[in-house]
Structures are given as structure tokens and as C-alpha cells.
């Protein structure tokens, strides 16, 4: 089965500082019948405009992750990390037993990012960051891994049973994903226009995929998706 949402039903919410897309149950919006997608607690498609950010707050027991589009944004922990976050970066948090951070825009311009959260598989770690950066043509037509728990695939860490990919697709190129057992993949547009198993998705939609053995997504002009797969 594949469910898609589209752009327009995305709950939004527009603080002056902050424009965001929440596209789970987050803060003050509470849907009961949109709490998670698997594993996958929230997806938020956030802008923060210049000179300002989150200040610091706590989390604990969930794997964060930020993908930042554009922009950049400066971030402090009680780990003592002190880390610049820009385009095309990934970064990981595990909060386990408990943390702060804070999440400043500095700059002049507004920074775009997503950020992620997934229930961990496993309670009580201690807390930990990872960050790496990648080159574009790393997912030129290709799906690219970013983030995961499989120890020695050489991208951001992650210490939960998930994953996270990026394709680039000029138009006409496709790429597959074969979907494992009692897996929900989350696909969530970019940029552009694509075909996901011959139904159409354009920019912002998503799609919550469960029960299915493989999908195909191809590119009906140049387009850009980022790929979650996670337990159900």
C-alpha cells in the first residue's frame, strides 16, 4: 500500500522565527490518526530566519536527525559539541538518557532543513553526535545512503534500525528500493516531479509506504527525494 499526502496537507505553522511543515503530530498539533509512520515520529520541513533559531531545550530517548538544504545553522550540546551545520550536511543526535542543544541561525539568510526524528530500538544510551558532510554528485541518479546502523557503510551513524537515502534524478532516470520484511519506507519529494510504483508525486508530497515488496521511482522531469526506511 502506498499512501500518499499531498503539499496542501501539511499541517503548517508560521512563528515569525520560524516557518514549518509538520507532517506528523509535533508541539501544539495533535492528530491521533497521525502520530508516526512506523518508527518515524516526526518529520518537520522547517525554516528559520535569520538570526535566529531554538534555544536550548531537552530531549531524551530518540534518534534526531537534521538534513539542511540550505543555509547554516550553529549548534551546542551538553556534550560539549560546539559544530557548524551547512548545505548538503547531515547530522545525528542520539538524546538516550538525556540532553540539551540549541540551534542558532547566525547568519543573514534563512536556513532550510528537515528534521527527523525516529524511535530508537533500544532505551538508556548514552547520548551521542555524528555529522558528516556530502558532495551532490554523492546521489547524482543514483539512491544514496546517508545515515544508518549498519556498522562500516562509511555515512552518518545511526543507533536505531533505520535508514536514510537521497537521490538526485535527472529526468527519465529511476532507481528502485526493495522493501524488507515488516518495513515502512516514508518518501518525501524535494524537488520536481516523480512516478513512485506509476503514481505521481510533485514537490513537498510524501508517500507512506507499507506492505509492499519493492517500489520504483522514476523521474518524469529532474527531481530530488529523500528516503526513510524504517521498522513498522
Given at each position: 500500500?502506498?499512501?500518499?499526502?499531498?503539499?496542501?496537507?501539511?499541517?503548517?505553522?508560521?512563528?515569525?522565527?520560524?516557518?514549518?511543515?509538520?507532517?506528523?503530530?509535533?508541539?501544539?498539533?495533535?492528530?491521533?490518526?497521525?502520530?508516526?509512520?512506523?518508527?518515524?515520529?516526526?518529520?518537520?520541513?522547517?525554516?528559520?530566519?535569520?538570526?535566529?533559531?531554538?534555544?536550548?531545550?531537552?530531549?531524551?530517548?530518540?534518534?534526531?536527525?537534521?538534513?539542511?538544504?540550505?543555509?547554516?545553522?550553529?549548534?551546542?550540546?551538553?556534550?560539549?559539541?560546539?559544530?557548524?551545520?551547512?548545505?548538503n550536511d547531515v547530522q545525528r543526535m542520539s538524546a538516550g538518557t538525556g540532553l540539551y542543544h540549541s540551534e542558532q541561525n547566525m547568519s543573514d539568510h534563512p536556513?532550510?532543513?528537515?528534521?527527523?526524528?525516529?524511535?530508537p530500538d533500544k532505551k538508556d544510551l548514552k547520548p551521542s553526535y555524528d555529522q558528516k558532510t556530502y558532495s551532490p554528485d554523492f546521489w547524482k541518479n543514483k539512491l544514496a545512503l546517508l545515515a544508518s546502523d549498519k556498522i562500516g557503510e562509511g555515512v552518518v551513524t545511526l543507533n536505531t534500525d533505520a535508514s536514510l537515502y537521497r537521490a538526485k534524478l535527472d529526468k527519465g532516470k529511476d532507481v528502485g528500493f526493495k522493501v524488507g520484511n515488516n518495513r515502512k519506507p516514508f518518501l518525501y519529494i524535494i524537488n520536481g516531479t516523480i512516478e513512485i510504483n506509476g503514481r505521481?508525486?510533485?514537490?513537498?508530497?510524501?508517500?507512506?509506504?507499507?506492505?509492499?515488496?519493492?517500489?520504483?521511482?522514476k523521474a518524469i522531469d529532474h527531481a530530488e527525494l529523500l528516503l526513510i526506511d524504517v521498522p513498522a
Open positions: 500500500m502506498i499512501n500518499i499526502i499531498k503539499s496542501t496537507d501539511r499541517h503548517f505553522n508560521d512563528m515569525g522565527w520560524l516557518k514549518t511543515y509538520w507532517l506528523f503530530s509535533f508541539s501544539s498539533y495533535y492528530d491521533p490518526k497521525n502520530v508516526s509512520h512506523g518508527m518515524l515520529r516526526v518529520f518537520n520541513d522547517d525554516i528559520v530566519e535569520a538570526h535566529s533559531g531554538f534555544d536550548t531545550h531537552p530531549h531524551e530517548e530518540m534518534e534526531i536527525v537534521s538534513i539542511v538544504l540550505g543555509g547554516e545553522m550553529v549548534h551546542k550540546d551538553t556534550m560539549g559539541n560546539e559544530m557548524v551545520i551547512r548545505k536556513v532550510h532543513f528537515y528534521q527527523i526524528w525516529i524511535n505521481k508525486l510533485d514537490k513537498t508530497d510524501q508517500a507512506r509506504i507499507s506492505e509492499e515488496t519493492s517500489v520504483h521511482m
